[in-house]
């Protein structure tokens, strides 16, 4: 068991999940593989980095 892991997001402000105001940290690599999962794309453990049509990187998914 390892001591760190990889941030997918962070969430500011979130109002979701019932009452209050609180922060999300969202983690990438769940084990679990839920076929609901609301972000299917941080299930890989892996660095992953999204380029659109054009070659230009659109997004790194682990901060």
Known sequence: M????????????????????????????????CTWCANPESQEPRLQILWDEKNVCIAILAL
């Open 2 to 33: 390892s001591n760190y892991g990889m941030i997918f997001n962070i969430q500011k402000f979130s109002i979701n999940d019932g009452p209050g105001i609180r922060t999300v940290v969202f983690f990438k690599g769940g084990p679990l593989k």
